[in-house]
């Protein structure tokens, strides 16, 4: 049990870390959040915390995808549109032959 509340006050100071550095830095905390998780979970030595797929979904990722999105600025989105298009362009390049499969594979077209 004690190391339940441990484990949740390491991931509440990450947190309030991750908040102060964001304001610092004037970035929104959810990339932050997102890259403070990644090294956590790639951390040796802390416990395994498994989460249900329906509470990350519902309850976790509305509220971020929501706050990127009211802090995202239209104008410099579409100041970038150049950038955007490259994006699309290199994802249907990537996806096209990903589709399509390697050449003998019975189900490919």
Not at 97 to 104: D, E, T
Request: charged share 10%; with cysteine.
């Amino acid at each position: 049990m004690t190391a339940t509340i441990q484990t949740l006050l390491l991931l509440l100071a990450v947190l309030v870390v991750v908040a102060i550095i964001a304001r610092r830095f004037n970035t929104t905390p959810s990339i932050l959040l997102v890259i403070a998780g990644i090294l956590l979970a790639l951390t040796p030595g802390l416990p395994r915390i498994e989460l249900a797929p329906e509470l990350v979904l519902f309850g976790i990722l509305p509220p971020l995808i929501y706050s990127a999105g009211v802090a995202m600025s239209w104008f410099s989105t579409c100041a970038r549109s150049r950038c955007w298009h490259l994006v699309r362009c290199t994802t249907l390049a990537s996806a096209s032959p990903a589709r399509i499969g390697p050449p003998g594979r019975a189900d490919s077209r």
